[in-house]
């Protein structure tokens, strides 16, 4: 922006600032501020243009709490977007990201689109766990139906408000903030993500290898994915509903569906690592899944998680996914019963 020398319709310029530039205020006018650079240029700017050392320090402590967080995804920014302090539309933004700036995505949070007034918004029902006894500052919230989403309930008769998701998100130079999950797209090659099949892909991560000397991948190595996805429908309890893993058919030349768990209560971060096998080294991958209905959720950020989570386990031996760890106990799941819901066969290769 550019500072002008007086508050009227026509003024001039006296000097150019820019995002997340330091200015000294030198006077407060109605709607403006008289501001001072670093270079002693004095001039005046609109004060919503411009946030207090308070807030600006609110970012930086966002930047440091979050410094050593796993990045659960990357994606690339739609069009130009300020970062959020907290998720809303109405918080406090700062930092410009430009359009096409990728960003590592850190957590996943759901908030109402727009906040209702304090006595429009129906208490949630709790559980007296021992947690919440305690005064634990998340609240219990149980979600019905395990799958059913908890701005769902209520939303036909405007009870509840329209949730949606946000992201806090960091970019190539460190700055970390929040921003709205319709204003990114999630980095995802296309040979999988055109099988996406109505939802959204949430993640795409390379477990393995394979050679295939008719192949276009570099060095004839096609990588082998596993992914995790969910629905188009913002505002979800959960962070992903599927599972699936896709491998290369050296025979075929295409991407096959050799597992699919779905639908779960899922939560990132999804971990890929390697275990130790009868055949040796192998491939393999966790999650958390909700194990009820009971979930915590911060009431600064809207961040959802399982009240008792669960760590599951899978190794893939060539193309036949199977479950390891010490949880083999079954896996809620929201419509079928049972563990291999879209996939009776774990190991069993699959069509497109």
């Known amino acids: 922006m550019y500072l002008h020398d007086r508050v009227a319709a026509v003024s001039n310029r006296v000097a150019e600032v820019t995002n997340g530039q330091q200015l000294e205020v030198v006077e407060h006018g109605r709607r403006f501020l008289r501001v001072k650079t670093q270079k002693n240029e004095i001039g005046w700017i609109e004060d919503h243009a411009v946030i207090d050392a308070k807030t600006y320090a609110a970012f930086n402590q966002l930047g440091t709490e979050h410094k050593k967080d796993q990045v659960v995804a990357t994606a690339t920014v739609r069009d130009d977007v300020y ?16 359009g096409n700036a990728k960003v590592e995505l850190l957590e996943r949070a759901c908030v109402p689109k727009v906040a209702p007034a ?110 995790v996805l969910s629905p188009l429908k913002g505002g979800q309890p959960f962070d992903f509903d599927q599972v699936r893993v896709f491998t290369w058919s050296v025979k075929r030349h295409r ?25 040796g080294t192998v491939p393999s991958f966790s999650f958390q899944v909700a194990s009820g209905e009971d979930m915590t959720v911060d009431p600064a950020t809207g961040i959802t998680r399982p009240l008792a989570p669960r760590t599951i386990n899978y190794e893939m031996i060539d193309t036949s996914v199977k479950r390891i760890g010490p949880d083999l106990g079954p896996i809620p799941t929201t419509h079928l019963e049972g563990e291999a819901a879209g996939a009776k066969k774990t190991g069993k290769r699959r069509g497109r």
Not at 173 to 178: A, F, L, V, Y
């Open 83 to 98: 970062l959020h302090s907290v998720p809303g539309r109405e918080t406090e933004h700062f930092y410009l990201l430009p």
């Open 118 to 227: 304090p006595q429009a918004v129906p208490k949630p029902q709790t559980s007296p766990t021992p947690a919440a006894k305690a005064g634990a500052s998340a609240p219990v919230v149980k979600v019905p139906g395990i799958a059913k989403p908890a701005s769902g309930v209520g939303e036909a008769d405007g009870t509840a408000p329209v949730m949606e998701d946000w992201w806090l998100v960091r970019d190539a130079q460190g700055r970390t903030g929040w921003l709205l999950g319709g204003r990114v797209d999630v980095d995802v090659p296309d040979a999988v993500g055109v099988y996406a099949e109505g939802q959204r892909m949430v993640g795409a991560y390379v477990l393995t290898k394979v050679t295939d000397d008719e192949s276009t991948a570099a060095d004839h190595q096609v990588p082998e994915y596993v992914t």
């Open 255 to 279: 991407y096959e569906t050799a597992f699919r768990l779905h639908p779960i209560l899922g939560f990132l971060p999804l971990k890929v690592a390697t275990a130790q096998d009868k055949n």
